[in-house]
């Protein structure tokens, strides 16, 4: 069975505005974009997220992928974007089952744009099995140094989140949105369009610039994922998560400095490339 037609609407990433400085002066900048993209599945209204724009049809794939509403990506056949509308419309091969029930319950989970998950965001968690994976601490600086120098709508308007998946340290595709949770459902997406068969996380490293939740985590162990890293921390409930699905989750990453939360078995540690510790302060 072929893999779903999906529409190429990429909208406009930022939009030009006027501000005024702190020396009164009036001066153009650019500030990201944020529409409202409805999301119909067989005509049926099924959410709306907000979002950049850059890729709607993974987004709304990638969505569809982690809320566990279809278990394959042959079960999609089309999603077509129209931005004149706002409206994302999927047509699945054989309708998705009990849908109704399946999204009764809806969770507003935390972030910015705050994103929609339906049911219990905890459910089934402990079926995931991860696969046997390692990183090197070199790879980790190699994975931060790429996101570094990455050109981004970040770096010229700011106030988005930025995800990318590595596999090792070449990066195999980086996506921003207004939230963290757009930018890991489109990676989502951007995997399972890649062939046939849903490409495998087992070997993938996955990079989030936003803090690391429960349901970042998650979603990263439904993608098959077993190591994130984020230059922000990790909550509460994310870190339980990870404990429980023995997923590595390393957060601070910033230049050289890191802290591996849990999973440290996964790391393989290299202390002498971290440099000369420097004094503790009496």
Excluded at 43 to 72: D, I, Y
Excluded at 104 to 122: E, I, N
Aim: net charge neutral.
């Amino acid at each position: 069975m072929s893999l779903p037609f999906l529409t190429q609407a990429r909208a406009p990433l930022t939009c030009a505005v006027a501000a005024v400085n702190e020396y009164g002066e009036q001066q153009p900048i650019s500030i990201p974009a944020e529409r409202a993209l409805t999301v119909y599945v067989d005509k049926r209204e099924l959410v709306t997220l907000m979002t950049l724009g850059a890729h709607p049809e993974l987004l709304v794939l990638g969505f569809l992928r982690n809320q566990r509403l279809v278990q394959s990506v042959q079960e999609v056949e089309s999603i077509t974007v129209d931005w004149e509308v706002g409206a994302a419309a999927v047509k699945t091969r054989q309708g998705i089952s009990d849908i109704e029930a399946r999204t009764a319950k809806r969770v507003v989970t935390t972030g910015c744009g705050q994103g929609s998950v339906f049911g219990d965001l905890m459910a089934d968690v402990d079926k995931l099995v991860l696969p046997a994976a390692s990183l090197m601490q070199s790879q980790l600086y190699g994975i931060v140094n790429a996101i570094r120098l990455q050109e981004s709508t970040y770096k010229s308007a700011g106030s988005v989140h930025g995800c990318a998946l590595f596999q090792g340290e070449e990066m195999l595709v980086f996506v921003e949105d207004v939230g963290r949770h757009n930018a890991i459902d489109t990676i989502a997406g951007w995997m399972w369009m890649q062939a046939s068969q849903a490409m495998a996380g087992d070997d993938k490293v996955f990079y989030t610039t936003g803090r690391l939740t429960s349901e970042m985590v998650i979603k990263s162990a439904q993608m098959g994922v077993p190591i994130v890293v984020s230059r922000s921390g990790i909550t509460q409930m994310g870190h339980e998560v990870a404990q429980r699905l023995g997923l590595c989750t390393i957060g601070r990453a910033t230049n050289k400095r890191f802290l591996c939360y849990s999973g440290a078995d996964r790391l393989q540690l290299q202390p002498e490339l971290a440099g000369t510790r420097l004094p503790v302060a009496a």
